[in-house]
């Protein structure tokens, strides 16, 4: 495993008496991919958020390019090239699109942000026309392209992301799919939760099954995806 990449080892979060993460462990190579799948309450999100320093977490390693992200607190963890796009989106409702945009930038030098901006409405083109509207104002959909966006103004070598298909229509699924899928091909590495298990499979090279805070099964994204115990839990089938 490569010091560039995301390394977890034996991850344990509790919320007081009730244990959320019990020992998960994963990795993700510069570059490469993972989804997390599970039902509600099977420790997907708290996962990403002891990762991103949002929850007090224990781990035998916490690792992104050999530094450990332990103790680390989120605006540090940004600083090292990991950018999360929370559940529910998150945007500033009474800040125009460009500011919400440029709060994802905030500790990065002004040199430049024009620039990156324009990366986002290019990837994003539907959101241009709203530059000086109120985020508040936006459709879901509309508000979910601008989480991402915001998230990609701080240059990610990481993007987490937690249910970015929640309470979307297919036809902006599959918009965003697209994005995504062109950052990959960017280079750019990637961590999603998702209970939309198609997506998931489509998006990712390997992927992990949770279960009540445990990791019960993992592999690659094809073969968790023709395996008939997981088409008939996730997939319906």
């Known amino acids: 495993m490569s010091a560039a990449g995301l390394v977890v080892e034996n991850l344990r979060v509790s919320y007081g008496q009730v244990t959320a993460v019990r020992g998960v462990s994963f990795s993700i190579p510069e570059g490469?991919?993972?989804?997390?799948?599970?039902?509600?309450g099977a420790g997907k999100s708290s996962t990403l958020k002891a990762l991103f320093g949002l929850v007090e977490?224990?781990?035998?390693?916490?690792?992104f390019q050999g530094v450990s992200l332990c103790s680390l607190p989120p605006h540090r963890i940004v600083t090292l090239g990991i950018a999360y796009v929370p559940e529910g989106r998150r945007i500033f409702p009474g800040l125009t699109v460009r500011k919400n945009l440029l709060m994802g930038a905030y500790r990065r030098s002004w040199r430049g942000l024009g620039e990156q901006v324009e990366r986002v409405y290019e990837l994003f083109p539907g959101l241009r026309r709203f530059d000086r509207t109120?985020?508040?104002?936006?459709?879901?959909?509309?508000q979910q392209m601008l989480a991402i966006g915001r998230a990609l103004m701080s240059?990610?070598?990481l993007l987490v992301l937690d249910e970015p298909s929640m309470g979307l229509a297919p036809v902006l699924i599959d918009d965003i799919a697209e994005v995504l899928r062109r950052l990959?091909?960017?280079g750019v590495s990637m961590l999603l939760v998702e209970q939309n298990a198609r997506l998931t499979f489509g998006l990712t090279d390997r992927c992990v099954v949770l279960e009540n805070g445990?990791?019960?099964?993992?592999?690659p994204s094809s073969e968790l995806r023709d395996d008939p115990g997981v088409r008939r839990v996730y997939l319906g089938m």
Not at 134 to 142: C, E, V
């Open 32 to 40: 490469g991919s993972l989804g997390v799948i599970g039902a509600n």
């Open 57 to 63: 977490a224990r781990a035998d390693a916490m690792t």
């Open 134 to 142: 109120l985020a508040g104002a936006l459709s879901g959909g509309q």
């Open 184 to 186: 990959r091909r960017e």
């Open 214 to 219: 445990r990791l019960v099964r993992e592999g």
């Open 155 to 157: 240059a990610p070598r």
